[in-house]
């Protein structure tokens, strides 16, 4: 078998956590991405399949650190609060969920959105 490399890895880490996250109007799915110089949040219908809305942190801006994280994930849910999202589901995209993509969901968090489940029942 064929090792394969990091970035390999995490696409089918993201591809096995999308078979188990959806988004809907009324609980969008929170995208965090992050690479070496942005980091970036989208909060998705996959239903309608559209952006609801969206924040960004630019690495020349802030850093690429876990306080650029948090900033994001307050940026994100005032964007998020004033599209009417209210609950959201978390796409990590493939990352473990530790330091910067943990800095910007617990920001988001504490700014006022509210973590759902991944499927509804």
Request: net charge positive.
């Amino acid at each position: 078998m064929k090792n394969k490399t990091r970035k390999e890895g995490r696409r089918i880490r993201h591809a096995r956590l999308r078979k188990k996250i959806k988004g809907t109007p009324g609980r969008p799915r929170m995208a965090v991405s992050i690479s070496n110089r942005n980091m970036h949040v989208q909060f998705i219908d996959d239903d309608g399949g559209r952006t609801l809305a969206a924040a960004r942190a630019s690495g020349r801006e802030t850093g690429h650190n876990l306080a650029a994280g948090t900033e994001l994930g307050t940026r994100a849910a005032a964007a998020a609060l004033a599209a009417g999202i209210q609950t959201v589901v978390v796409d990590r995209g493939g990352h473990r969920f530790h330091g910067r993509v943990k800095a910007v969901v617990d920001a988001a968090v504490e700014a006022g959105l509210a973590i759902g489940a991944g499927k509804e029942k």
